[in-house]
Each structure stands twice: as C-alpha cells, then as structure tokens.
C-alpha cells in the first residue's frame, strides 16, 4: 500500500534532525558564532591525549633536542596570541621524511622533518605552525567529526521513520551527502587557518608574506610530487594545505592574507642562522630504513646492499622495495621473512611459499649466501623468484611483468639485481648512513646541476635541490647565495 503520509513524515524528520543539531552548536572561540559541535572541549581534548601517542608510535620523535625545544618556542610564542590560550599546546617534529605537518584535537601539532628541509626562514616555520594552530583553535576538527555524526544522525533517524531509507542505495547516498558536506569544507577551513596563522605571526613579529612563501614552495613541491608519481606509477603524497593553484595566482587566498595589517611585509633575503639550524638534518629515509643512492640500497641494520636497473624507479615502503621499469612494464619486488628453523632455500620455497611448479630451478652462492632462484607461473604469466638467506632471514626477490610476452626480455635484469645482494663493505657502510642537509655558498663553481651530481639523489636531484632552495623550477642561484645541499 503506498505511503499516505510521505510529506508529513519528511517534515517530521526534518524538525526532528534540526532540533538534534540545535543542540549540538556550540559558540566558535574565534568567530564567536554558533557552529555544529557535537564534541565538548573535555572530549576533544581527550581525543588529542589519546592518540598523541599512536602518532608517536607510527611516525617517531625527531631525535635532537635543541631543534624540538627551537621548534616548540616559535609554537608557544605564536600560540600566546591564539583565540585559545587556555589549551596547553605540545609541538613535535617528527622522525618522517613526508612532507606534512598536522594537528590533533586539543592542541597537539606536528611537523615533520620531511616539510623543515624544505623550509628557508624562522618565518616560513612560523607560517606552518600557526596554519596548524588555526586549525586547532577554530576547532575544525571538532566541526568534521561533528558533521560525520550529524550526516550518520540523520541517516538512523531518516531509516528509522521512512522505510526507504534503509535500502543499500538510501544508505551510499546518505553517506556521500555525509562525505561531501566534510569535504566541501576543506577550502574555507585552510583559508581560515591561513588567516588566523597570518593573525598569529603578525602579533609574534613574523611578517605575513612568509606564509605565501611557504605555500608557494608547498605548492611547487606538490607539482614535483605529481609529476614524480606519475612516472613511478603510484599515488602522490601532498600536504593538505595546498590548493590547486600556485598561491602567486589565487586572489581569494591573496586577499586574505593581506588582510592583516604590516609594517614590513617583506621577509628577510636569507635567515642564515634558520639554516644554520637545520645542517646536519637527516634528509629523506633514515638509517633504520635504508638508503637509496642512484639505482644502489643499502640498508645498515640488516646488512645488506643490491643494485637495481639503471633508470627504474625504485620506492621504499614500509614492508618492502618495489623497483619499476622506466616504461612500467615490469616491476621488482624485495621482501624479508625472519627463520625460524635450520632449513634450505628450497625447502623455504616449498614450506613457506608453498610453490611447487618450478621452471629452471637452480641453487646459487650469491657472494657467499646460499639462495635458490626458479621461474613460476602466477596469474599474470610468469615471474622470477629468487630466495637468499641472510642474518637469520629469508630475502625473497620477485620479478613480474605485465605482459606475459616481455617476461623474458626483462628475465636477465631480475636475475642480475637478485645476484647483485651482498653484505656491506666497510665503504658502503659510510653510504648506509642516511643523507644530511648541508649548507655551501654559491659562486661561479657551485652550480645547482653541479651539487645534484655530488648529492647522488638520483635523476631528479636537480629539481630536488631547487625545491630546497626555492628555486624551483629551473631558477638559477645568485652568487654569495648560501644553498642547502645533500651530503
């Protein structure tokens, strides 16, 4: 029987929604008017304290002190001036080479070192931090989370009272209503936060062009990030504060941030002593993760090096390595797996890979490892397995293409980097160590192509070090100029 009522029940809902969010609005300390805000401050703060530490846990504190305490004073000095000076705020730089900086509920913010490298002038970090302050003061996390709820809210009441709204399909729609209300408010959150940072910095003695600085450099690093992804065939990781165009070419962002009155909106040429601070900064993957240097990984714990192709791209990931062709044709895969028991290579294959259909098996002394390499078939056609025991581990390096037709064109290149593992010479455990940041002046002989070259960033080392010193792309540096460089 059809519904009589359908109106009568929307309206019904709709009163009933709005009387759930009337109550959940609280006052925003910065703007002073009600917002949607289904968290108090006692829970949002709590949910900083929670997780505060599961932030630690993933991404590690920085070890070096005096850069945390330098870090930590610019935050407190520009938190004095913040619409919540009662909250007690903890900044952390952490041990990340992602180019990020963020911040929990309640006050606690993060910089990563991956983002400091990139960072000319103590104005430029103090832009970053009180972007990020400004998002804790005008509690936008708090106003997502509420919203999240308040789009679930309205489903459960909505299913409750109308039937049709608890099929699969009502259920995606209100999610996706639900989702575009959260995302619809990225832009105007980062535009706030860019004020109130502007805001802060102003009333800290920072001038108000440093944060168009930094977003620009952001802005640029993010290109690069695009562009290199998009040959290495994986997502991009951005920082969330960058918009999709370049700050220089954004009016609305321009007018916001000019806004704020100044008396000098010119930031300093060169913060020699900023610079000065960050020499010695870890720059890209730590020891404890392995260093890329060209198409060599070495890795200093687990001792052990192999060399990859010449011009594949090779990405270290948490679980493992993954090198691919230049063409994305074929891929390169390098994992671990602890022993546990005195058994062969073979025996590995067959008790933990479980493989048994073997082409061309053969047993192999790689620089004195044992090791077994085989071909297989999988669901993609064929691929090249090669297993080398190792310090009480399994490495097991896997070779694919996705066209079954150019596996053995690409064959003899799995094997070679597969032949190449070896322990670390005492040279190579120098290279092991992870890259640091450096300072050099630049004259006639200290090009930006010449430092790329010693820096052995591999093939975009040219316009890795113009991102670093603001030169991006293809600026030339001015002579007596102090660079940043890669040691």
Same mark, same amino acid.
């Given at each position: 029987?059809?519904?009589?009522?359908?109106i009568?029940?929307?309206?019904?809902?709709?009163?009933?929604? %709005?009387?759930?969010?009337?109550?959940?609005c609280?006052?925003?300390?910065?703007?002073?008017?009600a917002?949607? +805000?289904?968290?108090?401050?006692?829970?949002?703060?709590?949910?900083?304290?929670?997780?505060?530490?599961?932030?630690?846990?993933q991404?590690?504190?920085? /070890?070096?002190? =005096?850069l $945390?305490?330098y870090?930590?004073?610019i935050?407190?000095?520009? +938190?004095m001036?913040?619409?919540r000076?009662?909250?007690?705020?903890?900044?952390?730089?952490? !041990?990340?080479k992602?180019?990020?900086?963020?911040?929990?509920?309640? #006050?606690?913010?993060? &910089?990563?070192?991956?983002?400091?490298?990139?960072?000319?002038?103590e104005?430029?970090?103090?832009?970053?931090?009180?972007?990020?302050i400004?998002?804790?003061?005008?509690?936008? =996390?708090v106003?997502?989370?509420?919203? +999240? *709820?308040?789009?679930?809210?309205?489903?459960?009441?909505?299913?409750?009272?109308?039937?049709?709204?608890r099929?699969q @399909?009502?259920? $995606?729609?209100?999610n &996706?209503?639900?989702?575009?209300?959260?995302? #619809?408010?990225?832009r105007?959150?980062?535009?706030?936060?860019d004020?109130?940072g502007?805001?802060?910095?102003?009333?800290?003695?920072?001038?108000?062009?440093?944060?168009l600085?930094?977003?620009?450099?952001?802005?640029?690093?993010?290109?690069?990030?695009?562009?290199?992804?998009?040959?290495?065939? *994986?997502?991009?990781?951005?920082?969330? @504060?960058?918009?999709?165009?370049?700050?220089?070419?954004?009016?609305?962002?321009?007018?916001?941030i000019?806004?704020?009155?100044?008396?000098?909106?010119?930031? =300093?040429?060169q !913060?020699?002593?900023?610079l000065e601070?960050?020499?010695?900064?870890?720059?890209?993957e730590?020891?404890?993760?392995?260093?890329?240097?060209?198409n060599?990984f070495?890795?200093l714990?687990?001792?052990?090096?192999?060399?990859f192709?010449?011009?594949?791209?090779?990405?270290?990931?948490?679980?493992?390595?993954v090198?691919?062709? /230049?063409?994305?044709?074929?891929?390169?895969?390098?994992t =671990?797996?602890?022993?546990?028991?005195?058994?062969?290579?073979l025996?590995?294959?067959?008790?933990?890979?479980?493989?048994?259909?073997?082409?061309?098996?053969?047993?192999?002394?790689?620089h004195?490892?044992?090791?077994?390499?085989?071909?297989?078939?999988?669901?993609?056609?064929?691929?090249?397995?090669?297993?080398?025991?190792?310090?009480?581990?399994?490495?097991? &390096?896997?070779?694919?293409?996705?066209?079954?037709?150019?596996?053995?064109?690409?064959?003899?290149y799995?094997?070679?980097?597969?032949?190449?593992?070896?322990?670390?010479?005492?040279?190579?455990?120098?290279? +092991?160590?992870? *890259?640091?940041? !450096?300072?050099?002046?630049?004259?006639?002989?200290?090009? &930006?192509?010449?430092l790329?070259?010693?820096?052995?960033?591999g093939?975009?080392?040219?316009?890795?070090l113009?991102l670093?010193?603001?030169?991006?792309?293809?600026? %030339?540096?001015?002579?007596?100029?102090?660079?940043?460089?890669? *040691?």
């Amino acid at each position: 029987m059809p519904d009589r009522f359908p109106i009568a029940k929307l309206v019904f809902l709709a009163l009933l929604f %709005s009387l759930q969010l009337i109550q959940g609005c609280s006052v925003n300390p910065v703007s002073g008017q009600a917002n949607l +805000a289904l968290i108090s401050e006692q829970q949002e703060i709590r949910i900083g304290r929670e997780n505060h530490p599961k932030v630690l846990a993933q991404y590690h504190r920085y /070890p070096d002190e =005096a850069l $945390q305490k330098y870090i930590s004073d610019i935050g407190q000095k520009l +938190a004095m001036h913040s619409h919540r000076t009662n909250l007690i705020y903890r900044f952390t730089l952490l !041990d990340s080479k992602e180019v990020n900086a963020f911040a929990l509920p309640g #006050g606690y913010i993060y &910089i990563t070192r991956g983002l400091l490298a990139y960072l000319n002038s103590e104005a430029e970090l103090a832009a970053v931090l009180g972007h990020e302050i400004g998002h804790v003061t005008a509690r936008h =996390a708090v106003r997502q989370i509420s919203a +999240a *709820r308040a789009a679930q809210l309205g489903y459960q009441i909505g299913a409750l009272f109308v039937p049709e709204m608890r099929t699969q @399909g009502a259920s $995606q729609l209100f999610n &996706i209503l639900g989702s575009a209300l959260i995302s #619809g408010y990225g832009r105007e959150h980062e535009l706030e936060a860019d004020q109130l940072g502007v805001e802060y910095m102003e009333k800290s003695g920072y001038p108000s062009s440093a944060m168009l600085s930094v977003l620009g450099l952001l802005k640029d690093q993010e290109t690069f990030e695009v562009q290199l992804a998009k040959e290495e065939h *994986r997502k991009p990781h951005v920082y969330h @504060g960058v918009f999709a165009s370049h700050p220089d070419n954004d009016t609305r962002l321009q007018n916001v941030i000019q806004t704020q009155p100044s008396e000098d909106n010119l930031a =300093a040429p060169q !913060d020699l002593a900023f610079l000065e601070r960050l020499k010695g900064l870890t720059f890209g993957e730590g020891a404890e993760e392995g260093v890329l240097r060209q198409n060599h990984f070495y890795h200093l714990d687990m001792n052990f090096s192999l060399e990859f192709p010449e011009g594949w791209h090779i990405q270290n990931q948490p679980d493992g390595l993954v090198a691919t062709a /230049p063409d994305g044709e074929a891929s390169l895969t390098v994992t =671990a797996e602890d022993l546990n028991l005195k058994i062969s290579p073979l025996q590995f294959i067959h008790d933990r890979l479980h493989i048994r259909n073997m082409i061309s098996p053969e047993p192999l002394l790689i620089h004195g490892l044992r090791a077994y390499t085989l071909q297989t078939s999988h669901k993609q056609g064929m691929q090249r397995l090669t297993v080398i025991f190792h310090q009480s581990k399994a490495f097991i &390096i896997t070779g694919v293409t996705k066209d079954p037709t150019l596996f053995s064109s690409h064959d003899h290149y799995f094997l070679k980097t597969s032949k190449s593992f070896h322990s670390l010479s005492k040279d190579e455990r120098v290279l +092991a160590n992870a *890259r640091k940041l !450096d300072l050099v002046k630049a004259d006639s002989t200290h090009a &930006i192509e010449d430092l790329a070259i010693s820096s052995q960033l591999g093939p975009h080392a040219k316009e890795i070090l113009e991102l670093l010193n603001h030169l991006y792309p293809g600026k %030339s540096p001015q002579v007596g100029q102090w660079l940043k460089t890669v *040691r």
